[in-house]
């Protein structure tokens, strides 16, 4: 069946470092892949999404590209801020489950000042 | 601002007694879920429900009930509630746009 899989964390970076979070998926044909990010004491809120191969989405200085040929959703930032601490999922959906989200484990990021 | 209530922040109920956790959604979907999120797991689905009066299970539905007696509320039941019961528990509605996620209920059994 369809999954996830996700760095472990904590990921912890100082201020302004480059940030990598890896996503993997296993999967038949071509889901939509998600990036979903909670943070403390709050829900999940929906961060960027892509829908097709190469897409990239991109939202709040946050990218990811949808690669096929890797099974690959990475998520990356420039620069980082203390304020991006959080834990960040990532999820896959199919139109054929109407979108019901398979998820990843969730990778908690730390910036330190 | 769209919105999606739970009501209960924090929660801590004694080994076998009933628990009721409510989710109150105002943006007219008709897709609801229950979610667990244990650290580690991420989330799991326990119930999740297309219309009024209509529940599917999830991954995870044993020692769960849900009922959706009106389209805005869906409320996850712990019929007997255990210590293995004790988790964030996330409620979410859905329309073709995507999830919108309550702030979660922190269930302690004790």
């Known amino acids: 069946g369809d999954s996830v899989t996700q760095m472990e964390g904590p990921v912890t970076l100082s201020e302004e470092a480059f940030l990598t979070i890896n996503c993997t998926y296993t999967?038949?044909?071509?889901?939509?892949l998600f990036w979903y990010v909670q943070y403390p004491g709050e829900g999940l809120q929906l961060l960027l999404k892509?829908?097709?191969a190469d897409d990239k989405g991109s939202n709040k200085g946050f990218e990811a590209t949808y690669r096929k040929e890797t099974t690959s959703f990475h998520l990356e930032k420039g620069s980082v801020q203390v304020s991006d601490s959080a834990v960040y999922f990532c999820?896959?959906?199919?139109?054929?489950?109407?979108?019901?989200?398979?998820w990843g484990a969730g990778t908690k990021l730390i910036i330190k000042p | 601002d769209v919105k999606v209530t739970q009501s209960s922040r924090y929660l801590v109920k004694r080994t076998g007694e009933k628990v009721f956790l409510e989710c109150v959604q105002d943006?007219?979907?008709?897709?609801m879920f229950w979610y667990r999120q244990d650290p580690g797991l991420g989330l799991r689905l326990i119930y999740f429900?297309?219309?009024?009066?209509?529940?599917e299970k999830g991954d995870i539905p044993e020692g769960y009930s849900v009922s959706r007696e009106k389209k805005e509320r869906f409320s996850l039941i712990l019929e007997s509630a255990s210590t293995n019961q004790t988790s964030m528990y996330l409620c979410?509605?859905?329309?073709?746009?995507?999830?919108?996620f309550g702030s979660g209920t922190r269930l302690t059994v004790v």
């Open positions: 979410a509605s859905r329309n073709n746009y995507g999830y919108t």
């Open positions: 943006m007219d979907h008709e897709n």
């Open positions: 429900s297309y219309d009024v009066k209509m529940k």
């Open positions: 999967a038949t044909g071509y889901p939509s």
């Open positions: 892509a829908t097709k």
């Open positions: 999820a896959l959906g199919r139109m054929d489950s109407n979108y019901q989200l398979i």
